[in-house]
């Protein structure tokens, strides 16, 4: 099994443009996440999902869009990108309920300019 | 807003030394993890607690939840130059939906 894989790994945007970053699993697992992580920071939750086609806001929504058409994929969608969303995003799954381990893909790290 | 604290922000010590991280929070969680994660890389989980009171050990670290569920601690005796890095609770809330918060994040260095 591959895990969880993220790509890109490194991405520059300009102000206003908008990217797609790409989120899968192959371990049939339910629930879905996306955080963001400031430099020396700890992570702070942007989306989740609990299963194809159910999805929730975690504490910083604001700019980002999720959808979850498969169990395995979970993308998440930067709209007119802004410097404050410069980042390191990581996805991570666990099974379901009662799972408590979060496995984490390698990250992607953003800049905005 | 639920929120955890960790402390210390940063840590720096010899090889040889003990230390201890401490996670705390005003709110109550069903259950508690600590993650360790290197530069580039993701979280891995090292420990999950879920009673309180619990005392779990892993070879040199000790990991221990509070008896109202609201703090945990860390404690790495004998540090080694392997045990640097981003170290980090998560809690799950009991709200039943999963969502998971994390600590502002200790860093430590172990210097050979």
């Known amino acids: 099994n591959a895990g969880v894989t993220q790509t890109p790994k490194f991405r520059i945007l300009k102000i206003g443009q908008s990217m797609t970053l790409q989120c899968t699993q192959d371990?049939?697992?339910?629930?879905m996440y996306w955080y963001r992580q400031d430099p020396g920071m700890g992570l702070k939750l942007i989306y989740y999902?609990?299963?194809?086609?159910i999805t929730d806001k975690g504490e910083v929504p604001n700019g980002y869009n999720v959808s979850r058409s498969t169990t395995e994929d979970f993308p998440l969608r930067l709209e007119l990108a802004a410097p404050s969303q410069t980042s390191v995003y990581f996805c991570?799954?666990?099974w379901g309920a009662g799972a408590y381990e979060q496995y984490f893909g390698p990250g992607t790290r953003l800049t905005v300019t | 807003t639920q929120l955890l604290e960790q402390s210390p922000q940063f840590l720096s010590i010899q090889e040889g030394e003990n230390l201890t991280v401490y996670c705390n929070s005003s709110?109550?969680?069903?259950?508690l993890q600590w993650y360790r994660q290197e530069p580039g890389e993701g979280p891995v989980l090292l420990v999950t607690v879920v009673t309180g009171g619990e005392v779990k050990k892993l070879k040199r670290l000790t990991f221990q939840f509070g008896d109202a569920r609201k703090d945990s601690s860390l404690h790495i005796t004998a540090a080694q130059p392997g045990d640097t890095g981003l170290y980090l609770c998560a809690a799950c809330t009991t709200s039943g939906t999963y969502k998971y918060i994390f600590g502002t994040g200790t860093r430590l260095k172990v210097l050979a």
């Open positions: 371990m049939n697992h339910n629930y």
């Open positions: 999902s609990v299963g194809a086609g």
């Open positions: 709110s109550v969680f069903s259950s």
């Open positions: 991570a799954s666990i």
